[in-house]
Structure formats: structure tokens, C-alpha cells
């Protein structure tokens, strides 16, 4: 099946590794944590899931099927499809009755953390799920430094903002230290966010 992405690129799915690769990279993922970010979420999520912590699943990515052939009655085969730009974020679900969304984004940047990064559309989705009540944020991963900050989407928007008015592009390091919650890599779970959650609905009741 042939997949393409907006801007006409093609999708090239990967080869199927072999049983070397395969066991050499679960003992990359589970003896040095080469994780993205994603999967790190991921893995978080299932734990989280299964001790009935919290509910939290990562949004798929919606798929615009174009060509499609029927070799039997019983069976179609897609043939031809493009990935749709995300609508709104990364990941939704609910905590001890709160609603949370968030997005996740990855760095290899040492100082800075550029706005790019994100995208208009997901700026006003946790602007209106924030005014509904939800709990609201961002993950952020400085890979080369092995460190991770929950952003609340509060101080995401004063940046974004003011890039608009000629502010910078980027998010000093210093400034996400000093509004974020910093947390750690983990074994179970590989990242514990939620505690940083509750952190968020605790500052919010005192407010």
C-alpha cells in the first residue's frame, strides 16, 4: 500500500527487522532507555492504564483513504492514502475526574526550544479545552540533555503570543526551568507525568 503525506512525499514503511536487530534494540529501549519521547509516553500510558491510575491514549493520526481494490467480494486492499494534518494534539484522556490534554515534543537543541515546533491549530485546541476546564499542557524532552519538562499550556501561550509581536522564535531553557515541572525518567513508570498532573490541579484549586 502506498502512503503519502500532504505535501506529496511518499511513506516508506520500514523493513521488517530481523531477530538480531529486533533483540538488539529492546536491549537499546530497556538497558540504555533510547526511547523517543513518544514511546516513552506510550509505555507510561499502559501502566498508568493497568494500575487504573489514569486514562490516556494517544490520538491517531487520521488517514485520507484514495484509492482502494477489491480482489474478492469479501476483501478490499488500500492501495493509496495520505496522512491527514493533525487537528489538535497528541494525547487526551482523564485523571481523577479531570480532563487532560497535552502535546509532546522532542528537542536536540541544548539552550532552546523553538516555536515551530508547534502549530497554530494545536495552540487554539488546549486554549478551548483549557476554557472547558481541562487540564492543559506540554511535554518537553531535551534529548541530548536526558531531561523532561511539563510545560502548562498557560506559559506556551505567553511565548507563542509574543512571538507575534516581534518576541523571539524560542523558548530559553532557563525560562521552561523556571515555569515548568521537571521530572525523571523511570522504570514503572518509564515517565511519571502524572504526578506533575496533579501538581497542576493542586495549584489550580489554589488560585
Not at 43 to 53: P, Q
Request: hydrophobic share 30%; with cysteine; charged share 25%.
Amino acid at each position: 500500500m502506498k502512503i503519502n503525506y500532504p505535501d506529496g512525499r511518499i511513506f516508506n514503511s520500514p523493513s521488517k527487522p530481523s531477530l538480531h536487530a529486533t533483540n538488539a534494540k529492546k536491549k537499546l529501549i530497556f538497558g540504555d532507555r533510547g526511547m523517543t519521547l513518544e514511546e516513552e509516553i506510550n509505555e507510561s500510558n499502559k501502566y498508568y492504564r493497568s494500575h487504573e491510575i489514569a486514562v490516556i491514549y494517544k490520538k491517531p493520526t487520521p488517514i485520507q483513504i484514495v484509492k482502494v481494490d477489491y480482489p474478492k467480494r469479501s476483501k478490499a486492499v488500500i492501495k493509496e492514502a495520505y496522512f491527514r494534518q493533525a487537528s489538535t494534539t497528541d494525547y487526551n484522556g482523564v485523571y481523577n475526574g479531570y480532563y487532560v490534554d497535552f502535546e509532546a515534543k522532542e528537542t536536540k537543541n541544548k539552550n532552546t526550544f523553538p516555536l515551530k515546533n508547534f502549530h497554530q491549530h494545536q495552540i487554539d485546541h488546549l486554549r478551548m479545552c483549557q476554557r472547558q476546564g481541562g487540564i492543559c499542557f506540554v511535554i518537553i524532552k531535551y534529548v541530548t540533555l536526558k531531561r523532561y519538562f511539563i510545560m502548562p499550556a498557560n506559559d506556551l501561550f505567553e511565548h507563542w503570543d509574543a512571538q507575534k509581536n516581534d518576541g523571539a522564535k524560542s523558548i530559553q531553557l532557563k525560562d521552561i526551568i523556571k515555569c515548568s515541572i521537571e521530572i525523571e525518567a523511570n522504570y514503572n513508570p518509564t515517565l511519571p507525568y502524572v504526578g506533575a498532573i496533579q501538581q497542576l490541579i493542586e495549584s489550580r484549586k489554589e488560585k
